[in-house]
């Protein structure tokens, strides 16, 4: 039985998702669950291209333990240097850089001719084991690369000290069948290939980069670079669920197996949902909202009679805990603690004191408090950011005959300001009112309202997204009121751009 890894850059290529920016403490929150989930190596951002990814690797370096952690770099000297400077202090470290190797883009992006392009990746893959022993090298394009010419810069870079070597289907453009019998070209082909691990990194422009990434574990590949969800550049990643339910439920036909915690996928799923607002459709293979709901009269007459009619996963293998547990306004802080550590917290005091008063407040509101409302609570914390403004009260009122109007008060740097505004309905009132106290012109992009848990007193969860100066940022609120909530998100997205504009 072989161990693939999984390299995870669900903080580098996930980012690069439309409107998926993440500021320090959110990275910092995916990196740590990440750790919990087991992969094997996080790529936690591209140093070279802002300060605020390189200070999101450098502090994911120095407070994560477990996994590598890696940085990005362009095939030139400041990348490398500026990732190293990043990744130095973690435990384990590892450099990835890459070079274009695709005739399409030699010619047309870079203007260089091959020759140039494997000696500078040589170079450069040696400067970086000069700060490193782990350094990954990527041929970008490699889809579309001449088999021959991929051949002789994968020997050179393992020559120049490359331990990985990275095979992106950078467009998405490959099928299952071709990318296997390339994996198996490189292994048949280059002579040194059993000094390094074959990684493969695959996008979903056609819908195959899960399957195109099992096929090269078939051919030899051990590692998969993919991401939470799937998100990613365009049409996304590789989605780590996928692949790495597929390997686990499908042991029999790839005699391989990976480091991950199934049991960890839905909470980081849910964590990266909640960061990234980047919703998974209720159809997504694991993850999907429906990927466990049995629809059919025939279907459930098969699962009453025997799970295994229907059911090639077990929810439970995911971490969906079909048995709900309940606690109430009467539980106290000790069950509180121990169900959190049972979902797999492991909050300090301070956190636990924090979020437990925010539970005593929830269970005044809310009978039945679900594990789905305790991970709600937990991220609402790990969302917090320094409060430029904070909601200090608000009035609605709308009806049949009756024009919304909202009666916000806010605390900001310059005292506490009261506004009324009216608008086309209750949530736009309010947003006005907050715009005109605070004085921002940001633009809303995005606004969504979902129930956490069932019932009427179900917590809302609002996302919104602003968008001002080219800054994208995404906005959380949580409560039993969804305008309430709506009030919340919106202010603690002001809040995210406040800290971006410092
Ligand atoms: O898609 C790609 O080619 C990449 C490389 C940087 C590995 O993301
Ligand atoms: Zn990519």
């Not at 899960?210 to 590949?221: D, E, K, M, P, R």
């Not at 042991?251 to 607002?277: C, H, P, Q, Y």
């Not at 802080?333 to 407040?361: C, H, M, P, Q, V």
């Amino acid at each position: 039985m072989r161990t693939i890894k999984i390299f995870d850059t669900t903080l580098r290529d996930g980012e690069q998702s439309p409107g998926a920016a993440m500021n320090i403490q959110e990275k910092l929150q995916i990196a740590k669950q990440l750790a919990r989930l087991g992969v094997d190596i996080i790529e936690a951002g591209f140093a070279i291209t802002s300060p605020g990814d390189f200070e999101a690797i450098k502090t994911i370096s120095g407070e994560v333990e477990g996994p590598v952690i890696c940085s990005l770099a362009r095939a030139k000297e400041t990348d490398i240097k500026r990732a190293w400077e990043a990744i130095k202090d973690a435990p384990r470290k590892r450099i990835h850089t890459f070079h274009s190797t695709s005739d399409i883009h030699l010619k047309y992006q870079f203007r260089v001719g091959r020759e140039e392009a494997l000696k500078t990746s040589v170079e450069m893959v040696k400067l970086a084991c000069s700060f490193v022993d782990d350094v990954q090298f990527s041929p970008m394009d490699a889809t579309r690369t001449d088999l021959d010419y991929l051949c002789e810069v994968t020997e050179a870079v393992i020559e120049a000290g490359a331990s990985t070597v990275n095979i992106p289907d950078t467009v998405g453009y490959t099928i299952p069948n071709e990318f296997g019998i390339m994996i198996k070209a490189l292994r048949d082909r280059v002579k040194n290939i059993d000094n390094a691990v074959i990684a493969v990194h695959c996008h979903n422009d056609l819908g195959l980069a899960a399957a195109n990434s099992l096929s090269a574990v078939l051919n030899g590949a051990g590692q998969i670079e993919c991401t939470v969800n799937g998100i990613g550049e365009r049409a996304g990643n590789c989605s780590l669920e996928e692949v790495v339910m597929a390997m686990r439920t499908r042991r029999d036909i790839f005699n391989a197996d990976t480091n991950i915690i199934s049991e960890e996928i839905m909470r980081s799923s849910k964590l990266v949902t909640k960061i990234t607002g980047m919703s998974v459709q209720p159809n997504k293979a694991i993850v999907g909202a429906n990927a466990f709901s049995h629809e059919s009269g025939i279907h459930q007459d098969g699962l009453l009679k025997e799970k295994t009619t229907y059911e090639i996963i077990t929810p439970e293998t995911i971490g969906l805990n079909k048995t709900k547990f309940v606690l109430g306004k009467l539980s106290g802080r000790n069950a509180f603690r121990t169900r959190l550590g049972i979902l797999g917290y492991a909050l300090s005091d301070e956190e636990i004191n924090s979020t437990f008063e925010r539970f005593k407040k929830l269970a005044d509101q809310k009978k039945e408090i679900f594990d789905e409302d305790l991970e709600a609570l937990v991220s609402e914390g790990f969302t917090t950011v320094p409060e430029t403004y904070s909601l200090v009260d608000m009035r609605i009122s709308s009806g049949f005959h009756e024009k919304p109007t909202a009666v916000i008060t806010l605390k900001t740097g310059d005292g506490v300001i009261e506004k009324t505004e009216h608008g086309d309905g209750p949530v736009d009132a309010i947003f006005k009112a907050i715009t005109s106290i605070t004085g921002t012109k940001s633009e809303l992009v995005k606004y969504e309202v979902k129930a956490i848990t069932g019932g009427t007193d179900a917590l809302g969860e609002v996302v919104c997204s602003l968008e001002e100066d080219n800054r994208r940022v995404i906005g959380h609120g949580a409560d039993t009121d969804v305008i309430i909530a709506s009030a919340k998100a919106y202010v603690n997205a002001l809040n995210k751009l406040a800290v971006r504009k410092k």
